[in-house]
């Protein structure tokens, strides 16, 4: 199971940190990433790490401002969000890949948690 939180209300280049937190499986062997959803669109990949943070992918409308991070040993991901504008309103979603594929096509994930919304005013 994955639990997202941290999510919000915040000003237009303002900032916010995500957190993920497993439980009932480990993740620390998975890719996971970050996605998210906004009202009337479909789901999009944000960025993704590999289960080691060797590899890192950024969808191009974050680079520079989002930061993923995970601690296996805490069963954990994080994304650091700066800079954040208006078109960032979304829910997010973390999610473990659960099985081969790209870690930037959402159908590469398996696991998915709940859901956290971030509106960014402008």
């Known amino acids: 199971q994955l639990q997202a939180c941290g999510g919000g209300l915040v000003q237009a280049w303002g900032s916010l940190r995500l957190s993920c937190a497993a439980s009932g499986r480990t993740f620390s062997t998975y890719g996971m990433g970050w996605l998210r959803q906004a009202p009337g669109k479909e789901r999009e990949f944000v960025v993704a790490s590999t289960w080691s943070g060797g590899s890192i992918y950024y969808a191009d409308s974050v680079k520079g401002r989002f930061t993923i991070s995970r601690d296996n040993a805490k069963n954990t991901m994080y994304l650091q969000m700066n800079s954040l504008k208006p078109e960032d309103t979304a829910v997010y979603y973390c999610?473990?890949?659960?099985?081969?594929?790209?870690?930037?096509?959402?159908?590469?994930?398996?696991?998915w948690g709940q859901g956290t919304q971030v509106t960014v005013s402008s």
């Open positions: 999610a473990a890949a659960g099985g081969r594929g790209s870690l930037t096509a959402t159908t590469t994930y398996g696991y």
